[in-house]
Structure formats: structure tokens, C-alpha cells
């Protein structure tokens, strides 16, 4: 049951290209973020899609993955664990970020999957 404490799975569109950041000591990083969309009828019966953003960052192997095959609009599945951090921005204020560390990758669509 452990593998369930942290665990999220969304399957979404690239909302941006990723960005890829080489960090000291050549580590790369990925960011990017997808929307996911939920369609439901309202009480008058109309339908609406509601669309979520997420914020995602990935390490390791599934940066070559991402790199080589994802762009803006890309499909994708994954899976990964949420992530809640915090700085304090140049005026002094706290900032809070809730993203997702991609541990797996799917490609939809594509034929091609990552599980790292």
C-alpha cells in the first residue's frame, strides 16, 4: 500500500514545448505543463468542459524521452508523485508550487512508451 500514498496518473495535452534545463554537473531537468479536460451536462443540460493545468517536472532517462518526442500538443500519460515546494521571489514573498515528478511516460498515440 505504500505506492499508493503519493501517487498520481493523468492523461493530457502538452500545453507548451518542454522546457530542458542542464543544472551543474550535467543533470538535466524537464518542465512542462498538460491540460487535462473533464466534460460533464450542467442542471440545464448543457455541455461544459472544464480544463485543468498541471505543472510537471521530470529527471533522469525521461528527459531523453521527453526531449526527443514531445512537443506542444502532445498527447500523454503519466504517472508520477505530487511534489509542494516553496521560495520567496524577488519582492520578498513566499510562493507556493504544487508539481508533478514524472516517474512514467507514455506517449498516446504514438506506439512509443517510456516506463522509467
Excluded at 18 to 25: C, F, M, N, S, T
Excluded at 90 to 116: F, M
Aim: aromatic fraction near 6%; charged fraction near 25%; charge should be positive.
Amino acid at each position: 500500500m505504500n505506492a499508493l500514498r503519493n501517487k498520481v496518473q493523468l492523461i493530457g495535452n502538452l500545453g507548451m514545448n518542454p522546457e530542458i534545463k542542464v543544472l551543474d554537473g550535467g543533470k538535466k531537468l524537464a518542465k512542462m505543463s498538460i491540460a487535462t479536460n473533464e466534460t460533464y451536462k450542467n442542471a440545464k443540460g448543457e455541455k461544459i468542459t472544464e480544463t485543468q493545468w498541471h505543472n510537471l517536472i521530470a529527471w533522469g532517462k525521461t528527459v531523453a524521452v521527453i526531449e526527443k518526442y514531445l512537443s506542444k500538443g502532445s498527447e500523454v500519460a503519466i504517472e508520477g508523485k505530487l511534489i509542494n515546494r516553496n521560495y520567496t521571489d524577488k519582492e520578498g514573498v513566499k510562493r507556493y508550487i504544487t508539481e508533478i515528478q514524472v516517474n512514467e511516460l507514455l506517449l498516446i498515440g504514438s506506439g512509443k512508451a517510456a516506463n522509467l
